[in-house]
């Protein structure tokens, strides 16, 4: 079993012979080693001088479980016995940061290293002031120390409480999570449903942690899914968009939306995205294209900004609350910005939508009938608005699901490749398509006149 891992990880993880005693067995105090090179040097900086201070401290969680796997840690956390208050006093450029879960952040130029104090169980005497939960059992406030061991246990899941003690260095294991790193399985510490309970959270987590590492899950961590995501409902919306963007730009949408679906965590995120998938199969085969599209432009090093995610989201919504559908009528387009601002306001009751993502995902909607719009200079000033690439991008998004836009998308992409004859050429064509009104025309006439007169100037 661990000759797996250690082919997987490929040298960066080497067991220590101390712990192993030569034995092939897991050992029963588990400790490994990992390769020093490719932890932060900022990280190990900051456990150095919380050592120099007389602190123990150790690197912790996420890294420890990428390091073992072989991919790269996003971020470095520390886990140490000083007190939030004792930490910022050891480091000039560092600030406290959270109420609920009070931490602190050590700057290290571009980088920052989280540094927690290890949590302990709550006590009544507690409450109140470091503690506090919910009815429900979530917990509200979690800022009662403890030891390295009691820290363990309140981590989420046996593959995120590994400790790294960089002088020794030994991986420690308090949880068996090596064993499940081994046969690669998401398993919660502790009783599920109340590990879920105290954080709704933990569920997300749980899936994106399953596709990132295409890990199973536990059958005991699994169970208790569907009957409490109806949880998600008590978590702040502002914590549930910072989820959403993880889940969704971790390059694996498809896959984590499949998942959320299961779970009927979806609906608790995108009510009503879930029910306009429930009504149309239309709907969903435009969300699995558009989450198809923002893997492979991550997958391939481009960027998707999350104003493009939300509008493809909630397009299916949108068309479902237009009084006509758009083939056959395109909505005016102060209907529109309307319609879309209700649509935000709504989501955000869920996973708040910041207005510098609320603005262009509008924006998105409102070009798809701005793009129709091509006489005159109309066509060359779209083609310099900033928001044209992306409502170029969602137009051949929809097309490409079968939406009929009378074959907009095309002309849009011959528009671009043409040089300036043939632009003006495609213009004419259009203008011959469409007349001006006449009540457009009668206007310009009596304006000419009206200047001719000399009544305007
Ligand atoms: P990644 O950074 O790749 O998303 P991570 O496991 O490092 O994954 P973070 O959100 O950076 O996740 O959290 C760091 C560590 O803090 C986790 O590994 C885990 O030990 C602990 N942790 C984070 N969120 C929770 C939670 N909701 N409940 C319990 N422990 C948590
Ligand atoms: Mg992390």
């Given at each position: 079993m661990l000759k797996k891992i250690f082919k997987s990880v490929d040298g960066l993880f080497k067991r220590s012979d101390k712990a192993s005693g030569g034995s092939q067995q897991l050992p029963s105090k588990k400790k490994y080693t990992l390769e020093q090179e490719h932890i932060s040097k900022n990280a190990l900086e900051t456990i150095k001088k919380l050592h120099k201070e007389g602190y123990e401290a150790y690197l912790v969680g996420g890294c420890i479980r990428d390091l073992l796997l072989s991919l790269r840690p996003k971020d470095f956390d520390v886990a140490t016995n000083a007190t939030p208050e004792q930490v910022k006093k050891i480091f000039r450029n560092s600030r406290v940061i959270g109420r609920r879960f009070k931490l602190v952040h050590v700057f290290w130029g571009k980088e920052t290293i989280e540094v927690a104090t290890f949590r302990g169980p709550h006590s009544k005497d507690d409450i109140a002031t470091d503690a506090a939960q919910h009815s429900s059992g979530r917990i509200l406030r979690d800022n009662v120390y403890g030891t390295i061991e009691q820290d363990a246990t309140r981590r989420d899941f046996t593959i995120n409480a590994f400790y790294y003690d960089i002088v020794k260095k030994q991986v420690l294991d308090h949880v068996n999570g090596l064993e499940d790193i081994n046969s690669k399985v998401i398993r919660l510490i502790g009783n599920p449903q109340k590990r879920y309970q105290e954080d709704p959270v933990r569920m997300l987590r749980a899936i994106r942690f399953m596709v990132k590492l295409d890990f199973s899950i536990a059958s005991e961590t699994e169970q208790p899914l569907n009957q409490l995501s109806y949880l998600l409902g008590d978590i702040p919306a502002a914590r549930l968009f910072d989820e959403v963007l993880k889940l969704f730009l971790s390059g694996n949408a498809v896959k984590i939306f499949t998942l959320l679906c299961q779970y009927n965590l979806f609906s608790y995120l995108f009510p009503l995205t879930a029910k306009a998938l429930d009504k149309s199969p239309q709907a969903e085969k435009f969300i699995r294209q558009a989450l198809i599209n923002t893997d492979d432009r991550l997958n391939s090093g481009k960027t998707v900004n999350p104003a493009?995610?939300?509008?493809?989201?909630?397009?299916?919504?949108?068309?479902?609350?237009?009084?006509?559908?758009?083939?056959?009528?395109?909505?005016?387009?102060?209907?529109?910005?309307?319609?879309?601002?209700?649509?935000?306001?709504?989501?955000?009751?869920?996973?708040?939508?910041?207005?510098r993502f609320g603005i262009p995902i509008r924006e998105i909607w409102e070009a798809q009938i701005r793009l129709t719009r091509r006489q005159g200079k109309k066509a060359d000033a779209l083609l310099v608005h900033p928001r044209f690439r992306a409502g170029y991008d969602f137009?051949?998004?929809?097309?490409?699901?079968?939406?009929?836009?009378?074959?907009?998308?095309?002309?849009?992409?011959?528009?671009?490749?043409?040089?300036?004859?043939?632009?003006?050429?495609?213009?004419?064509?259009v203008n011959g398509d469409k007349k001006?009104?006449?009540?457009k025309r009668y206007h310009y006439k009596s304006k000419a006149k009206n200047k001719a007169e000399g009544k305007i100037d």
């Amino acid at each position: 079993m661990l000759k797996k891992i250690f082919k997987s990880v490929d040298g960066l993880f080497k067991r220590s012979d101390k712990a192993s005693g030569g034995s092939q067995q897991l050992p029963s105090k588990k400790k490994y080693t990992l390769e020093q090179e490719h932890i932060s040097k900022n990280a190990l900086e900051t456990i150095k001088k919380l050592h120099k201070e007389g602190y123990e401290a150790y690197l912790v969680g996420g890294c420890i479980r990428d390091l073992l796997l072989s991919l790269r840690p996003k971020d470095f956390d520390v886990a140490t016995n000083a007190t939030p208050e004792q930490v910022k006093k050891i480091f000039r450029n560092s600030r406290v940061i959270g109420r609920r879960f009070k931490l602190v952040h050590v700057f290290w130029g571009k980088e920052t290293i989280e540094v927690a104090t290890f949590r302990g169980p709550h006590s009544k005497d507690d409450i109140a002031t470091d503690a506090a939960q919910h009815s429900s059992g979530r917990i509200l406030r979690d800022n009662v120390y403890g030891t390295i061991e009691q820290d363990a246990t309140r981590r989420d899941f046996t593959i995120n409480a590994f400790y790294y003690d960089i002088v020794k260095k030994q991986v420690l294991d308090h949880v068996n999570g090596l064993e499940d790193i081994n046969s690669k399985v998401i398993r919660l510490i502790g009783n599920p449903q109340k590990r879920y309970q105290e954080d709704p959270v933990r569920m997300l987590r749980a899936i994106r942690f399953m596709v990132k590492l295409d890990f199973s899950i536990a059958s005991e961590t699994e169970q208790p899914l569907n009957q409490l995501s109806y949880l998600l409902g008590d978590i702040p919306a502002a914590r549930l968009f910072d989820e959403v963007l993880k889940l969704f730009l971790s390059g694996n949408a498809v896959k984590i939306f499949t998942l959320l679906c299961q779970y009927n965590l979806f609906s608790y995120l995108f009510p009503l995205t879930a029910k306009a998938l429930d009504k149309s199969p239309q709907a969903e085969k435009f969300i699995r294209q558009a989450l198809i599209n923002t893997d492979d432009r991550l997958n391939s090093g481009k960027t998707v900004n999350p104003a493009f995610l939300y509008a493809s989201l909630l397009w299916p919504v949108l068309l479902e609350h237009l009084e006509k559908p758009i083939s056959e009528n395109l909505p005016n387009l102060l209907d529109l910005h309307d319609l879309a601002n209700e649509l935000i306001a709504e989501q955000s009751k869920y996973t708040t939508i910041p207005k510098r993502f609320g603005i262009p995902i509008r924006e998105i909607w409102e070009a798809q009938i701005r793009l129709t719009r091509r006489q005159g200079k109309k066509a060359d000033a779209l083609l310099v608005h900033p928001r044209f690439r992306a409502g170029y991008d969602f137009l051949l998004l929809r097309e490409s699901v079968g939406e009929d836009t009378a074959g907009l998308g095309k002309w849009w992409t011959c528009y671009q490749q043409a040089d300036d004859q043939q632009r003006r050429t495609m213009i004419r064509q259009v203008n011959g398509d469409k007349k001006p009104s006449r009540r457009k025309r009668y206007h310009y006439k009596s304006k000419a006149k009206n200047k001719a007169e000399g009544k305007i100037d």
